[in-house]
T-cell receptor, first 116, second 115 residues
């Protein structure tokens, strides 16, 4: 079945440091890929997404590129801020799997803490 | 006002009690979902509904039931709560997609503790 593996946290960075959170996936079909972010005490919200190979999703200075050849969707940001402290989830939906496109498969989440 | 609301936000109950968690949405979406989040495990799907008459089990439906009272309302019940149902529960909605990539919109969560 489909699965998502992301780097374990917690990750602690100083403000303005470069961020990479690795995410790799396995899927039976042609998945869409997502990064969701969960700020303290809140629900998840979509950060960015990509629906086909070589697409780049971007939002709020974060970027991720859908790499089919390496089955990866790594999240990057050039200069993190304290306000980026949150838990980040990589996820996929696979239109052609038995579950259909509504089924989101999540990674376990990576907690990021940014210190001043 | 929030698009997806959940009540209660926090709940403490005892083993064997029946409880209901409620979710309402103003986004006009047909699809609604219930997830639970456990530390280190990510989110897992409990139930989902494509419309009022269509309800389906997710990955971990045992011990749970749901009711879709209207397009905007989707409730999750624990018929007889047990301690390993202690978790953070999220409701989510999405629009009917055409080819994958539909965004899901999450509520703020209900933190449940079963003693």
């Amino acid at each position: 079945g489909d699965s998502v593996t992301q780097m374990e946290g917690p990750v602690t960075l100083s403000e303005e440091a470069f961020l990479t959170i690795n995410c790799t996936y396995t899927a039976t079909g042609y998945p869409s890929l997502f990064w969701y972010v969960q700020y303290p005490g809140e629900g998840l919200q979509l950060l960015l997404k990509a629906t086909k190979a070589d697409d780049k999703g971007s939002n709020k200075g974060f970027e991720a590129t859908y790499r089919k050849e390496t089955t990866s969707f790594h999240l990057e940001k050039g200069s993190v801020q304290v306000s980026d402290s949150a838990v980040y989830f990589c996820a996929l939906s696979d239109l052609y799997s038995g579950a259909g496109s509504y089924q989101l498969t999540f990674g376990k989440g990576t907690k990021l803490s940014v210190i001043p | 006002d929030a698009d997806v609301t959940q009540t209660p936000r926090n709940r403490i109950t005892k083993t064997g009690k029946r409880i209901m968690l409620e979710c309402s949405q103003t986004k006009g979406h047909d699809r609604m979902y219930w997830y639970r989040q456990d530390p280190g495990l990510g989110l897992r799907l409990i139930y989902y509904s494509f419309d009022v008459k269509d309800i389906n089990k997710g990955e971990i439906s045992d011990g749970y039931s749901v009711s879709r009272q209207a397009q905007a309302k989707f409730s999750l019940s624990l018929e007889s709560a047990i301690p390993n149902q202690t978790a953070l529960y999220f409701c989510a909605t999405s629009d009917q997609g055409q080819g994958g990539g539909e965004t899901q919109y999450f509520g703020p969560g209900t933190r449940l503790l079963v003693l």
